[in-house]
């Protein structure tokens, strides 16, 4: 069995003032992975036992048991692994898949839906243009075209979740009702996550950069440009990368963690020689999942002192 850590040496710099709220990563270690592909786009499931990530061209999903330790393919299907999504219960793994239908010189996309326990598979929908699954609670949620599949009403359940972007607005989940949200009108958004209490979320708006809103529209903060960002574990930060450019490769790129009204900016880590990507938070740890430019993936460890 391959082994799963392989301590890094940690460079650390935290840029906070004294006396306000600080954050700092604790500990930094490479996932120990087959190096037979470059690896990318790392993510914790729900649950914060596994974790999942695919291969530099989003081809394949693979799986890590933070329990057992091992590693495993779910599926090699074509650009999954930028395109899937899993159950709250950590049961359940829904993609989508795309390939070239060459009969009709176009493409084709299905809905796969993954029973990860069992390893089976089903198909849930198909056609030249579907949307990125998610789920609510355990139902997957879908679109083909503008119809989507799979809202419920949930009695007394204030269930809302992100199903993706639609025309460029961000869409949501709310108790079985599609909402379309434009916050900062007639905006274009990307990288859209709920907070971990479900009362606000971040996104970032192609002109303005990152922002925090509540579930209404209603503009908390700007932040500036901060790419990719997530949520940390008790949402009191946003953890993003901060990454340079030639216009042609990348240069830099290291992770921050900002507060949530853009107060205070926190650099996690200075690595040059090893560029961090993607970060993702734990829902259950004080963890930091992310790929490097290198192909690999690395979990930080940090703190939060109030």
Excluded at 51 to 74: C, M
Excluded at 168 to 195: A, E, R, T
């Amino acid at each position: 069995m391959i082994r799963f850590w392989i301590r890094l040496p940690i460079l650390l710099i935290v840029l906070a003032s004294i006396g306000q709220s600080q954050i700092k990563v604790t500990r930094s270690d490479k996932l120990a992975l087959p190096r037979t592909h470059s690896w990318s786009h790392p993510q914790f499931s729900p649950t914060g036992a596994a974790v999942y990530f695919t291969d530099v061209d989003g081809n394949g999903i693979w799986e890590y048991s933070l329990k057992s330790r091992t590693t495993k393919q779910i599926t090699a299907d074509p650009k999954s692994g930028l395109s899937f999504s899993v159950s709250s219960d950590g049961k359940s793994l829904a993609y989508r898949r795309t390939q070239q239908d060459q009969s009709k010189l176009g493409r084709k996309q299905d809905i796969v839906l993954t029973n990860l326990a069992k390893g089976t598979n089903s198909i849930l929908a198909s056609g030249s243009d579907v949307s990125i699954p998610t789920f609510s609670k355990n139902t997957p949620i879908y679109s083909i075209r503008t119809q989507t599949v799979g809202l419920a009403k949930i009695a007394g359940s204030n269930d809302v979740t992100v199903l993706g972007i639609e025309n460029m607005k961000i869409v949501l989940n709310m108790n079985g009702n599609k909402v379309l949200m434009d916050p900062l009108g007639n905006g274009s958004y990307i990288w859209p996550v709920l907070s971990p209490d479900k009362k606000q979320l971040v996104a970032y708006e192609m002109g303005k950069g990152t922002f925090v809103c509540d579930l209404t529209g209603q503009i908390q903060s700007m932040l500036g440009r901060r790419d990719a960002p997530s949520w940390s574990r008790t949402g009191k930060w946003i953890i993003y990368m901060q990454d340079k450019d030639d216009g042609h490769k990348l240069l830099s790129s290291d992770l921050f963690a900002v507060s949530t009204d853009g107060k205070t900016t926190v650099q996690l880590t200075s690595t040059p020689s090893v560029m961090k990507l993607d970060p993702h938070c734990s829902p259950t740890e004080n963890k930091i999942i992310c790929s490097t430019s290198d192909g690999g993936i690395l979990v930080l460890e940090y703190e939060e002192r109030p």
